[in-house]
């Protein structure tokens, strides 16, 4: 008899598209039933020059035209146009949605970025996203969610890459104006080569 995980790795569109494509893969886990304020997803996509938004939830349906995709839709506007050469409509064409998958389904298959948002509380997908093995990972919308513990696993916590991609706050507290309401994590090996390759262009530049 074929139990419920040996069914989700036979017959899962979403882990057979990532096989193929995941390292080019910004992958949305429980993105919920209509696409919404992707505005620090795309930022973190175009800079890493990725070709596929993928939306990941259990629900029966993901809807990837919601009337408002962005909160900042002027801004994403200009962001996409640059990225697309002139033609941002081709954004959707690169959004693929999964509905009726499970964050599970997806352990060991690699991509680029995994963004979490408006997680339920007790849901733990820290050894998943681990598995996945992203360069990046993205937490939005923490109040009342469940963070993913990710240090264990061997991610470090950035600031600095939150202000290099110019990730925006996400429906900050007002009480406490100047938090972000967003964690961003990266993997650890990821530094190491950045560290690698700054200091060799300082010793490049030396020498030169």
């Known amino acids: 008899m074929t139990n419920a995980s040996e069914t989700f790795t036979m017959n899962n569109p979403a882990r057979a598209f990532l096989r193929q494509n995941g390292y080019a893969s910004l992958v ?4 919920g039933e209509e696409l919404n304020r992707l505005d620090n997803h795309l930022r973190l ?22 009337p408002h995709p962005f909160w ?9 146009t640059a990225y697309y050469q002139g033609k941002p409509q081709k954004f959707w064409t690169a959004v693929k949605v999964f509905p009726n998958t ?28 681990s598995s996945m093995q ?32 110019g990730l925006q706050p996400f429906r900050p507290w007002p009480i406490f104006p100047w938090e972000r309401n967003l964690i961003l994590w990266q993997r650890p090996d990821v530094i190491e080569k950045e560290g690698q390759s700054a200091w060799g262009r300082v010793i490049w530049r030396f020498c030169g």
């Open 28 to 31: 949305s886990l429980g993105c």
């Open 45 to 66: 996509l175009t800079a890493l020059k990725l070709t596929y938004y993928v939306g990941i939830d259990c629900a029966l349906t993901i809807n990837p035209s919601s």
């Open 72 to 80: 900042d839709p002027e801004g994403i506007t200009d962001l996409l």
């Open 102 to 129: 499970w964050v599970e389904e997806l352990k060991g298959i690699h991509c680029a970025v995994v963004v979490c948002q408006r997680v339920y509380p007790d849901c733990h997908w820290e050894e998943i996203i």
């Open 134 to 165: 992203p360069q990046l990972v993205l937490q939005e919308d923490l109040h009342g969610c469940e963070r993913q513990q990710l240090r264990r696993h061997g991610y470090v916590r950035t600031l600095s890459k939150i202000r290099h991609y």
